[in-house]
């Protein structure tokens, strides 16, 4: 039963990214473009900063741009076949702003500087960002499909030397993506959902059909 609500619970939210604009969780609005098999309006966002590490355990480098390739990061350790967990099939890791935003204002931790680990940073999406989850999502000139959360661990915390910061992320800590395109990303580009996860679709078809009326109309032309 729990496994059921947490999918079920999922499902709504790719529905609510397909259905409404989004509004930044700082405050900010979130500009908004039309899918073009519902109709409705979806969220986009920014890539905010960039982060690779040459090694693992190396130092994390703020980038302002960065290549995509098919197996990773160009530069970045699990492209190298050098990552801490290099066999859970991890190719790039997104990380949203607002998680690190949220972890700097309830516990002091700032890892503005990258010793988040996370590759792209994303402002637009929310916290989670669970809605991306089996989406194609277009960062820049690269294309993405995050498959799965990338939990915090306390390796992460050790090499930043702050305590808290695995517990800090939880449920927050960013996502695992399989490259579907290379291509190259810079601070300040664009991040679209380019084809939202089919099944999401799908439900937000369903519910736009139960909205129509019987007899064919549209709302509006009922007064």
Do not use: K, W
């Not at 500009?31 to 690779?52: F, N, P, W």
């Not at 949220?102 to 890892?111: F, H, K, L, Y």
């Not at 939880?170 to 399989?178: F, I, S, V």
């Amino acid at each position: 039963m729990a496994v059921r609500a947490r999918r079920a619970g999922r499902a709504a939210g790719r529905r609510r990214l397909l259905r409404a604009p989004r509004v930044a969780e700082a405050g900010r609005p979130v500009a908004a473009r039309r899918d073009a098999v519902t109709g409705d309006e979806e969220a986009t966002g920014t890539v905010r900063s960039l982060v690779t590490a040459p090694e693992g355990g190396a130092p994390p480098e703020l980038r302002e741009t960065v290549a995509i390739r098919p197996g990773g990061v160009e530069g970045d350790r699990y492209r190298r076949g050098d990552g801490h967990f290099q066999l859970d099939g991890c190719a790039v890791t997104l990380v949203a702003a607002e998680a690190l935003d949220a972890v700097r204002a309830e516990t002091g931790i700032d890892v503005s500087d990258g010793r988040h680990r996370r590759n792209v940073v994303v402002e637009g999406f929310g916290a989670a960002m669970d809605d991306l989850l089996e989406a194609t999502v277009a960062v820049g000139g690269a294309r993405l499909r995050p498959t799965r959360r990338r939990p915090p661990c306390a390796h992460v915390e050790s090499l930043a030397g702050e305590a808290g910061l695995a517990s800090a992320l939880r449920n927050r800590g960013g996502l695992c993506c399989d490259v579907v395109e290379p291509g190259r990303v810079a601070v300040g580009d664009p991040v679209d959902v380019a084809q939202p996860d089919p099944r999401a679709a799908g439900a937000a078809i369903a519910d736009r059909l139960r909205e129509r009326p019987v007899d064919g109309s549209h709302p509006e032309e009922n007064g």
